[in-house]
């Protein structure tokens, strides 16, 4: 029928095409003059640092391939955004996040998952650990959650940096911070995971998410597949 079918390519040309493979997001805050200005960065660290810094280990060493290296910078926004991240990093760092929560929404069975992996790459358990699905007899409940995260953030000890499992739970601690008037991320700090740009972007405040390169993991799960088939060795890690 003619008409179903004009209806139906409405409704297609209405739809909106969002790209999830998204470049990292970092929140903009205000950051004390006492502290240093960006402009101040520009003039201590060279480009060629920058690019050191950001395609290396921890540690300064295994520099990406050129290649890779050049992906990278370019998806951070270049050269001129990796002085901003800097700028903010460093002062992130100047805070002393001592203080470390891992919070979660979703069930036990995946707060264990975190937990073990956030064991593995810190050395220790984290100081704190907030469970929702593990403590709650209402796990749907909203303002009952709400309550829930208010009563962890005034009892934590501040400043206080939160990892959460993934970027919606980073919204909704988010909005429990600004009701109770924390600062972020001079009080809480909120990083979240999967850098999802409809929970980041439309958060009040635009949250810091951990990007992942997905076509890479794809390709490395079917490698140790195919490795674990074969009956070969696979490192646990």
């Known amino acids: ?5 004009d209806n139906t390519q409405e409704i297609v040309d209405k739809v909106e095409i969002y790209d999830i493979d998204h470049e990292p ?44 290296a050049d992906k990278k910078i370019k998806k951070l926004g270049g050269i001129d955004r990796l002085y901003r991240i800097k700028f903010e990093a460093d002062y992130l760092k100047h805070l002393n996040y001592t203080n470390v929560a891992l919070f979660g929404i979703e069930k036990e069975a995946v707060h264990n998952s975190a937990f073990r992996h956030f064991e593995h790459n ?9 469970f929702w699905a593990a403590e709650s007899k209402r796990p749907n409940d909203r303002d009952a959650l709400e309550r829930w995260i208010a009563k962890k953030l005034k009892s934590a000890p501040k400043p206080l940096a939160v990892y959460c499992f993934n970027d919606y739970n980073a919204v909704v601690l988010e909005e429990v911070c600004l009701h109770l ?15 999802v740009p409809v929970h980041c972007e439309t958060a009040r405040i635009p949250i810091s998410s951990i990007s992942y390169d997905r076509p890479q993991m794809m390709r490395t799960a079917i490698e140790l597949l195919e490795r674990m088939v074969q009956g070969r060795t696979v490192d646990p890690k």
Do not use: C
Not at 1 to 5: N, R
Not at 28 to 51: C, H, S, V
Not at 122 to 130: C, M, R, T, Y
């Open 1 to 5: 029928i003619p008409e179903a079918l």
């Open 25 to 68: 997001i970092m929140p903009l805050f205000p950051i004390p003059e006492d502290f240093g200005t960006e402009q101040q960065w520009r003039e201590k660290y060279t480009p060629e640092q920058l690019i050191q810094e950001f395609t290396t280990d921890e540690n300064g060493e295994n520099p990406l391939p050129q290649d890779e």
């Open 122 to 130: 810190w050395g220790s358990p984290p100081p704190l650990h907030w």
């Open 181 to 195: 008037k924390l600062s972020i991320p001079h009080d809480v700090a909120i990083l979240g995971d999967g850098n």
